[in-house]
């Protein structure tokens, strides 16, 4: 018995190094994208238009060492626009995720200590929202900035982190809320209270340290929704930007390649399961590592 559980430890180890590795991995290339991609992603090249991966080889078609993972119909190379899309996901990551984290927070911090009308109401309108269909509201809120704002800044990454802020604060605060009017109820906040510490010092001195790791697992875990959201409005046809006239997005991302790639699905499949794959993989390795944390805080 003593040795399962070791075991079932070690490969819980090995599971948060190697989704550490792979999420160092995702960070370096995304940073590093200007340096290590081959080609210029928005580069037209006519002349080699929907090629295969250097490894597919026939008579029929066959691909080519410059274009190590093929060419869209444009002619564009799939490898530096899969690169240029690390790092459009990771700039999603960066803005949109820590921002709703601060939002829930605060919401659920304030709900959950003073209670009362104020938790009424900001619990009234999580359960409004929680009550809409999430891909809905996005593609709503991208339509509205769309008609309400013609600088193409408002038809991008602003618009995506709005609108991933919109929907994921909810399940943080109601999170956070519920930790709050666990935590309160304890011994040590009744003596920090008894002592004068006032409502601000007692949530975010002893309240908020105590329920960190729900914050930080909260984080992990919607890394991944918001990289498999741009993907799916992306497919869709609703991307990060205004398309041009020949309906390509003028941000290159995952989520620009499955649109691309369902085109070119039947010639060329790699342009949707390449960047498939990407997105599998990072979203499983923060999933892996927000549930090796739960359980580490659990213990």
């Known amino acids: 018995m003593k040795r399962q559980i070791s075991l079932s430890k070690g490969m819980g180890r090995k599971t948060v190094w190697l989704s550490f590795a792979v999420m160092i991995m995702f ?11 081959p080609h210029d992603p928005y580069q037209f090249d006519m002349k080699h238009t929907d090629l295969p991966p250097v490894w597919v080889q026939s008579t ?9 993972l093929g060419t869209d119909i444009y002619g564009r190379d799939i490898l530096s626009r899969l690169i240029y899309g690390a790092r459009t996901s990771f700039l999603l990551i960066m803005l949109a995720v820590p921002l709703a984290a601060l939002l829930g927070t605060i919401v659920g ?18 359960e409004t929202i ?6 809905m509201v996005v593609v709503a809120l991208i339509l509205i900035f769309r008609a309400a704002f013609t600088p193409t800044w408002a038809h991008g990454l602003l618009t995506l982190v709005i609108c991933f802020i ?12 519920m930790g709050v009017l666990q935590v309160k109820s304890m011994l040590f906040i009744e003596a920090a209270v008894s002592l004068g510490a006032t ?44 398309a041009t006239g020949g309906g390509e997005f003028t941000v290159v991302s ?39 944390l739960n359980e580490r805080f659990r213990a």
């Open 166 to 177: 919109a929907i994921a604060w909810v399940s943080l605060a109601r999170l956070v809320r």
């Open 109 to 126: 911090l304030v709900s959950g200590y003073f209670g009362g009308w104020v938790d009424r109401i900001f619990m009234a309108i999580t």
């Open 199 to 242: 409502p601000w010092r007692s949530i975010f001195r002893h309240i908020l340290p105590n329920i960190s790791h729900l914050v930080l697992v909260w984080i992990i875990n919607n890394i991944p929704a918001v990289i498999l959201l741009e993907a799916l409005l992306g497919y869709i046809g609703v991307g990060l930007t205004s």
């Open 27 to 37: 960070a370096a290339v995304a940073l590093t994208a200007p340096w290590i991609s």
């Open 254 to 292: 995952w989520g620009g390649l499955f649109y691309s790639g369902r085109y070119t699905i039947a010639s060329n499949p790699m342009l949707l399961v390449i960047p498939a794959l990407c997105v599998l993989i990072i979203s499983m390795s923060f999933i892996l590592l927000a549930d090796a």
């Open 60 to 68: 029929v078609i066959h691909g080519s060492s410059e274009y190590i």
């Open 130 to 135: 929680q009550s809409l269909p999430g891909i």
